[in-house]
């Protein structure tokens, strides 16, 4: 019994295999009549065909939208690393700017000290001009203690005059008198100053844009996040994977209605293959349903077995009671015979 039990399971797994391939071919052959068609004119299940069409329409709209989000994020990166280096070098640029300004203003500070120096320039940095001579005149002072004030802090002392180097810059830019600085030093910076300016704004302007490019990304990425888009298409793969077999599986089970001499070679060659696999399950299922009723023979011969043990064991109580039945008519003749005799002797 239990090698009956083994070839129906392993039959049943031969069946399961073989339906996956009719299904594939099913497949195949859809794939092949909504390329090339049936060589039929009749319109074979309107029905199914259009379901064909709808998850195919399903599926590449689905690709399609993991592609583009696919690259949106390969963007989104792009531009990510863009933003970092154009910040990178805007803030080179700008460490440049400031150390042309410094410079700039130093010199510039020297120069309103010269007597040809312009009188615009001598104007607009007497504030700076007179800050110097009242710090050098406190540091040459004969008070001790104004002298300890100006000398300490040398290191904020620096930052001081650096600042008031950019700031005596600023100023001259604004009142536009950059090029009262009569120095060739001066007129090398004031040029590369100009050069660095103009790429300095080039570069917020990419940034910008850049920047712009990067949240407009991010909030349509809230949206369709990848995983979702991937579950959308394995679920539209799905669908239409199983409208191409069930139009593939009526276009089989129908061929009478629409083969004909003009089909072509390929999907006879499929229909072929479809047959042979069909026959083949019908004939497993058939060799299942024998070892089926084999099994079944075999339990009702187990209960007729069973049954004719429980006759043999019934006859063999029955012979018992016959005899005990015997044994008491017996003992009641021998009694009845007693009764007579002593019936007899009483007369």
């Known amino acids: ?39 039929s004119g009749i319109i074979i299940a309107p029905t199914l065909r259009s379901a064909v069409t ?7 709209s689905a690709e399609e939208a993991l592609k583009s989000r696919c690259s949106d994020i390969d963007t989104l990166e ?8 154009l910040k990178g070098r805007l803030e080179q640029t700008d460490s440049r700017i400031r150390e042309i300004k ?41 008070n001790v203690f104004i002298r300890f004030s100006a000398g300490v802090g040398d290191a904020v002392l620096k930052g001081r005059r650096e600042r008031e180097f950019v700031s005596a810059f600023d100023t001259l830019e604004k009142e536009r008198l950059l090029r009262t600085v009569r120095s060739p030093r001066a007129e090398a910076l004031l040029q590369e100053y100009q050069k660095l300016r103009k790429k300095e704004d080039s570069i917020r302007k990419r940034l910008k844009r850049r920047e712009s490019e990067v949240e407009s990304l991010e909030i349509n990425g809230q949206e ?22 069930n139009y593939g599986l009526f276009l089989f089970d129908n061929g009478q209605k629409w083969i004909n001499e003009k ?31 084999h099994l079944v023979q075999d339990d009702y011969q187990a209960i007729i077995s069973e049954n004719e043990k429980k006759i043999a064991s019934l006859r063999k109580e029955i012979g018992r009671i016959e005899q005990q039945i015997a044994d008491i008519e017996n003992e009641n003749t021998l009694i009845r015979a007693r009764i007579r005799k002593l019936g007899a002797e009483d007369e």
């Open 1 to 39: 019994m239990q090698n009956v039990l083994s070839e129906i399971e392993a039959a049943e797994k031969r069946i399961e295999s073989s339906y996956q391939d009719l299904r594939n071919f099913a497949f195949s052959l859809c794939d092949s009549v909504m390329k090339t068609g049936t060589g």
């Open 102 to 142: 410094r410079v700039f203003g130093a010199i510039a500070l020297e120069r309103a000290e010269a007597e040809d120096a312009d009188d615009r320039l001598k104007a607009a940095l007497r504030p700076y001009t007179d800050q110097l001579k009242l710090r050098a005149e406190k540091k040459n002072s004969s």
């Open 78 to 85: 792009s531009s990510k690393g863009r933003v970092t280096d």
């Open 224 to 245: 369709d996040s990848i995983r979702a888009l991937e579950e959308r298409l394995r679920d539209a793969g799905n669908n239409y994977e199983e409208a191409c077999i």
């Open 263 to 293: 089909t072509s070679d390929q999907v006879l060659d499929m229909i072929s293959q479809m047959l042979q696999t069909q026959r083949y399950i019908d004939t497993q299922q058939e060799f299942i349903k024998k070892c089926r009723a």
């Open 54 to 60: 709808s998850a195919l329409a399903e599926r590449t």
